[in-house]
């Protein structure tokens, strides 16, 4: 359900021009959060942005006595976890749906207490978002899993010990969750196709800070070697290479130019080179990135999406959107998530001539081709786009509705705005910094 106050009326057909500031990325900072109740000391987190899934997270930390308070310096928190307990269910619980983050409490709520009880997950709806990986994962590590009407409930019987995994897929979630647990296991843990995304290195970077003794291997292999005790860190998060490329789409489908301070080159090296051959240019300084469209028609490409270091699939939704106007037809083949082109439906509502397929379109067979799911798409543009009225899907979906109505003739009607501040810090304020003409419906 949505209210008044979770509309925005777009008015379209202005190029987005001006600079903006990403700050750490969302997919690390309330990992290094949660890394923060394995230290007996406090810990410092700089460039933290003001998310939702920030404060669903200090919430969490709070409830287990974790104090969480402002540092010095702007996007700065210090947490100290030096009076961890149990929490009350009830509160947890109020938490149900709320982030996909509690998952990753389990580790050190079992090193910590030696219980832990984790509510429903929420996060978006682009796929079954099974969590089996990361109950396996625990239970190899000697902890025992109860399922309850209100949640999971875990029980470490006696101190969990280090393991040897192979995840089936590269999960993100499910390295986290060895990470976070072995650190402080007995002995040594091998955790094989982990996933090596930059938040996953930044993550580890956290843990050996605070003590940890984490090797990266070859072919997807990492060592833990776990310790008795951890302290504090003091850690900048990278930034969000995710929200930067959501900035870089919305300048290309706007025919914009948009200087993004805190875009960092080396997370976004893969995207970067896909921006180019769709006809966007960018420049690269010490700083941060700029990106525009340079004029003249854009490229239609052939795109799948990938495990890191290939396409990250949250930067599909929005690039979709600046292939609509691309000449040609592009083919995208989205191979992480089972369900996360659903939001071409409303492109084509605005417009847009985008066609969804059953199977692997243009690249390797994936896990989804025999599965009967819609995860292949063929762009063919350039099509002028039409304001319309829009129900934000998902976090990625959402932005990319905006990049959209911002690039369309006429005015949109966006719904379900507060999605966003999931993940986009001050997204309103940085919209209309770039001069995009945006309103919130007046209630009389
Ligand atoms: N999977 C399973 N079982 C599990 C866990 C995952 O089958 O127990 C499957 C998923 O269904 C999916 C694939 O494995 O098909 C990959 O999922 P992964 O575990 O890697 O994703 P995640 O950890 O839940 C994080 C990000 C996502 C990002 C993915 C992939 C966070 C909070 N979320 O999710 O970010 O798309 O990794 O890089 O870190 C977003 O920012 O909008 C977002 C969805």
């Known amino acids: 359900m949505t209210g008044l ?3 925005l009326l777009v008015h379209g057909g202005t190029p987005l021009e001006g600079e903006i500031h990403v700050r750490g990325a969302k997919n690390l900072v309330p990992k290094a959060m949660v890394a923060a109740l394995l230290g007996s000391e406090p810990s410092r987190l700089r460039n933290v942005p003001d998310i939702r899934d920030v404060r669903v997270v200090r919430g969490l930390l709070q409830l287990h006595g974790v104090t969480v308070q402002a540092g010095d310096e702007s996007g700065e928190l ?4 030096s009076k961890v307990e149990s929490a009350n269910v009830a509160d947890i619980d109020a ?3 709320s982030s996909r983050i509690p998952i990753l409490f389990c580790g050190p709520l079992l090193h910590r207490l030696g219980h832990a009880f984790i509510p429903g ?6 796929g079954g978002r099974p969590i089996d990986f990361h109950f396996d994962v625990l239970r190899k590590f000697g902890a025992v899993i109860e399922k309850r009407p209100e949640g999971q409930y875990l029980e470490a019987p006696q101190r969990l010990r280090g393991c040897k995994i192979e995840l ?3 999960s993100v979630g499910a390295t986290e969750q060895v990470l976070l647990t072995a650190v402080l296991a007995e002995g040594v843990t091998e955790l094989s196709n982990a996933a090596i995304e930059p938040e996953i290195e930044d993550l580890i970077c956290v843990l050996q800070k605070m003590g940890a003794i984490i090797t990266m291997g070859t072919n997807r292999t990492i060592h833990i070697t776990g310790v008795d005790k951890l302290g504090g860190y ?3 998060a990278l930034p969000d290479r995710l929200e930067s490329a959501s900035w870089a789409c919305a300048a290309l489908a706007t025919e914009g130019n948009v200087y ?3 875009a960092s080159q080396r997370e976004m090296m893969t995207f970067l080179n896909v921006f180019r051959k769709v006809g966007g ?10 990106f525009w469209h340079p004029g003249g028609p854009l490229n239609a490409i052939a795109l799948e999406t990938d495990v890191h270091p290939g396409f990250q699939t949250d930067w599909q939704q929005p690039l979709v959107v600046a292939l609509t106007q691309a000449s040609g037809l592009s083919i995208v083949h989205e191979t992480v998530y089972e369900s996360r082109l659903g939001f071409t439906s409303a492109l084509n509502q605005m417009g847009a001539h985008i066609q969804l397929y059953r199977e692997c379109l243009g690249g390797t067979p994936c896990r989804f081709g025999q599965r009967n799911f819609l995860h292949s798409a063929v762009v063919s543009g350039p099509t002028k786009l039409q304001g319309a009225d829009l129900v934000i899907p998902d976090l990625r979906g959402g932005f990319s509705y905006l990049i959209a109505a911002l690039a369309a003739q006429g005015t949109s009607r966006v719904h379900g705005i507060d999605l966003i501040n999931r993940g986009y810090e001050n997204f309103m304020q940085k919209l209309e910094k770039l001069g995009a003409k945006v309103e919130l419906p007046s209630t009389d």
């Open 234 to 236: 003091n850690h900048r």
């Open 281 to 290: 240019a960018f420049e690269v300084d010490e700083d941060g990135i700029r």
């Open 95 to 97: 938490h149900a749906g």
């Open 78 to 81: 210090v947490l100290d976890p």
């Open 260 to 262: 993004v301070r805190g």
């Open 121 to 126: 997950l929420g996060g978006c709806d682009i």
């Open 168 to 170: 089936p897929y590269p």
């Open 5 to 7: 106050n979770d509309v």
